[in-house]
């Protein structure tokens, strides 16, 4: 017979995390000497559902690494992955690839790059819609419509006819979110999202993609090399050297108060 669970029980049992990383590493053959280089090194760390988790380190720390694994661009050397509690495996095949993909969305440094020059943003926006079959006929361009307008490009219908050419570098990182975000995806990776864009805009597209969290209940990965704002969107902030993971913690502690030799010199030469 089986038991059920009393609801004392089921309390006790705490939701999966968004995505649990264990033991990370990621190796690459460099040059025609074939020298091994280790871009991520024994990596471990969780995001909860809802949370932001930030990721700082300097240039060439292993960050995109990392996020490239998470989204299964390269396979890891060694080490695990897990979404919502189940493990990511190694190889897939391209339907499990392709629904994987919809659950994880990048957003990257440069949304120009990000974003096909030929194309309508509606087309762009609405191409996940059709291929997740999310959204059918007419309806596409109404969902398209409503996604723009939620990312703050209102009326959505004016911007959907437009190409990326004729928007402002901000406004190309919003139809980026839209587009991730027309996926309904669990986790967002974004990989130094407001890096390529005006000082003016950033806190924009920051404020966007905490309401995006408060609203959606989105989880996500927010990389940056800029420790003020790691702070500002992050709950918890993880600290990256050489592909090592050196600390992680509440936002506040980590970059207010650094415990680790390397985030102290980092906090320094912070702008
Ligand atoms: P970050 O995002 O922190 O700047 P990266 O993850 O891009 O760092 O890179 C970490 C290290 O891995 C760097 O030394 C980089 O040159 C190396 N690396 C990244 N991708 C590749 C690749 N595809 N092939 C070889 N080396 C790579
Ligand atoms: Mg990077």
Redesign the pocket.
């Known amino acids: 017979m089986t038991s059920v669970p009393s609801s004392e029980a089921l309390r006790l049992v705490p939701p999966p995390s968004a995505l649990e990383v264990q033991q990370l590493r990621k190796d ?1 053959t ?1 040059g025609r000497s074939a020298r091994r ?1 280790t ?2 090194n024994d990596v471990s760390f969780s995001i909860r559902r809802g949370e932001v988790l930030g990721l700082v ?10 996020a490239r694994l998470i989204a299964h661009l390269h396979e890891p050397t060694a080490g695990t992955v897990a979404l919502s509690g189940q493990p990511v495996p190694d190889r897939m095949g391209a339907a499990a690839l392709r629904r994987y993909r919809r659950q994880v969305q990048m957003i990257f440094q440069d949304p120009y790059a990000s974003l096909n020059p030929l194309h309508t943003v509606g087309y762009q926006v609405g191409r996940p819609l059709k291929i997740h079959g999310l959204a059918r006929g007419s309806a596409v361009q109404a969902q398209v419509n409503a996604l723009l307008e939620r990312v703050g490009l209102s009326p959505g219908a004016s911007y959907a006819s437009k190409r990326p050419h004729e928007l402002s570098g901000g406004q190309r990182q919003r139809v980026v979110i839209a587009r991730a975000l027309a996926a309904q995806p669990s986790l967002i990776l974004a ?1 130094e999202p407001t890096s390529a864009l005006d000082v003016s805009i950033r806190l924009d597209i920051m404020n966007l993609l905490l309401d995006l969290r408060d609203q959606e209940g989105l989880s996500m990965l927010f ?1 940056t090399h800029d420790l003020a704002g790691a702070r500002y969107m992050s709950d918890r902030v993880a600290v ?1 050297y050489t ?1 090592h993971l050196l600390e992680i913690g509440p936002a506040g502690e980590v970059i207010g108060t650094p415990q680790h030799p390397y985030t102290q010199l980092l906090k320094q030469a912070a702008p």
């Open positions: 690459f460099v280089l871009a991520v380190g300097e240039s060439g720390s292993g960050k995109s690494t990392i990989d990389i990256m592909g």
